[in-house]
């Protein structure tokens, strides 16, 4: 099984799109595909239709003493299923406090190790024991960033708390990949940001580019992903070829690979000062 984070320290970089549309393109080519929602405000929940659940039947459940894959509170929808989240995640953090507490959801993902191909964890900007969790318990992590200064800067420190992770908690951690999201080709800033990231970080910046696309825009209740709303659109192109890409270096899974990248860099950015509670 495929454990995956999608992740930036900055809000608003189209993490919960890239979640939704790739587990229904993982899903649409035949893997069983879990989606579990870690942000307290539940987009992703209400985007595939669903209310925000009670904290008994969400995502904090994974969280609890001795869980077993059937008390995971799952919702099964079109092409994925869902671990719905709650607004209680809020307020759990304030009793997640412990070193070990990074671990939870390792112990899920071990539990859920036959049930599926590919889980998906979907969460919030700022660093949490959530998202710790779930990059402990990933061996990919993919970085959405909308190629302009603020989601830039939040990518490349979400980038070195992946290498941190990786270096002190998750050896399995394959290096992130950056994936370029509402790319609008007309902007120079754009096409300057994309330049950057590109020479800087070279293959560890995805091929494919996901544009602007009205059809991702569009605030959906009704849990359809572009796939179904608009197969046409070039959001539903972008994300298949993402898909694609990603399914490439998923199979044969190899998270230790660390591609042509420099050991030196990896170093400069793993310093680690800045996240003294890992
Ligand atoms: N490729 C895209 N083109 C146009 N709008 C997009 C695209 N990707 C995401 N959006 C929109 O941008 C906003 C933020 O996206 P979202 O996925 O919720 O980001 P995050 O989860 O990182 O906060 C949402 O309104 C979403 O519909
Ligand atoms: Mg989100």
Not at 174 to 184: E, G, N, R, S
Not at 217 to 225: A, I, V, Y
């Amino acid at each position: 099984m495929i454990t995956l984070t999608i992740c930036n320290h900055k809000g608003g970089t189209g993490k919960t799109t890239t979640v939704m549309n790739l587990a229904a393109a993982f899903g649409m080519t035949g893997r069983d595909v879990l989606v579990v929602d870690l942000d307290p405000q539940a987009f992703l929940t209400r985007m595939m239709g669903e209310t925000e659940a009670a904290a008994k039947l969400s995502s904090l459940v994974l969280f609890e003493e001795d869980i077993e894959s059937e008390k995971v509170p799952i919702t099964p929808l079109r092409t994925f299923d869902l671990v719905p989240s709650s607004a209680a995640l809020s307020s759990a953090i304030r009793r997640l406090t412990k070193p070990t507490d990074v671990l939870w959801l390792r112990e899920f993902v071990d539990c859920m190790d036959k049930h599926y191909d590919l889980i998906i964890f979907d969460i919030a900007a700022a660093v949490t024991v959530f998202s710790l969790n779930a990059l402990v318990a990933s061996n990919f992590v993919v970085i959405p960033v909308l190629p302009e200064y603020q989601p830039v800067l939040g990518g490349e420190q979400t980038y070195q708390t992946a290498q941190v992770v990786r270096k002190r908690l998750n050896p399995d951690l394959a290096t992130p990949k950056f994936l370029l999201t509402m790319v609008d080709g007309r902007k120079r800033n754009h096409l300057g940001y994309r330049k950057y990231l590109r020479e800087r970080y070279g293959e560890r910046v995805m091929r494919t580019v996901i544009r602007t696309c009205t059809a991702l825009s569009l605030t959906r209740q009704n849990g359809q992903t572009v796939f179904e709303s608009d197969p046409q659109a070039r959001g539903s192109i972008d994300y298949a070829s993402a898909a694609d890409e990603l399914g490439q270096l998923f199979d044969p899974i190899d998270g230790g690979d660390l591609g042509p990248e420099s050991k030196e860099e990896i170093k400069a950015h793993s310093s680690g000062e800045q996240f003294s509670f890992l």
